[in-house]
């Protein structure tokens, strides 16, 4: 299949388009290419299942409330990669739920991040959340 995008600073995601920038602040280290749909990032090692390497993070995400509203510190990202993150947050949020959120990172700036809950686990009075993501947007400052 022959590549989708003409812009070097875009990559294709699932159906989604997403800037070099942002993927660098997701996995700093990852390359990717855009050749075609078999192209996609690897996993960790042999025995994780992934589809990309994830990203250890301590970052504040701020969840949308559903009225347009983030609440700044109702969630932390835990850990990122190119498809998604895990989430902890006392938020109640069901699989399937289409959410939005916000991370805030000193070095890299404001992303705005569209996806849907893929699951949850109970983790004492948090809940800990896979985030598949449909959108991710670098917004200015």
């Keep these: 299949m022959a590549p989708l995008l003409s812009d070097p600073l875009s990559i294709r995601i699932g159906l989604c388009i997403v800037s070099v920038p942002v993927l660098i602040f997701a996995v700093k280290s990852l390359r990717l290419s855009v050749e075609g749909d078999d192209d996609r990032p690897a996993a960790d090692t042999k025995r994780d299942k992934r589809r990309a390497k994830r990203e250890l993070t301590d970052e504040s995400f701020d969840l949308d409330d559903g009225a347009g509203n983030f609440t700044p510190g109702n969630a932390r990202l835990l850990d990122m990669s190119v498809w998604g993150a895990r989430i902890s947050s006392g938020v109640q949020l069901e699989q399937g739920q289409l959410i939005r959120g916000r991370i805030r990172s000193s070095n890299e700036g404001r992303l705005?991040?569209?996806?849907?809950?893929?699951?949850?686990?109970?983790?004492?009075?948090?809940?800990?959340?896979?985030?598949?993501?449909?959108?991710?947007?670098?917004?200015?400052?």
């Design 112 to 141: 705005d991040v569209k996806g849907h809950v893929v699951w949850a686990k109970p983790n004492g009075n948090l809940t800990l959340y896979g985030i598949e993501f449909e959108k991710v947007t670098r917004v200015s400052s």
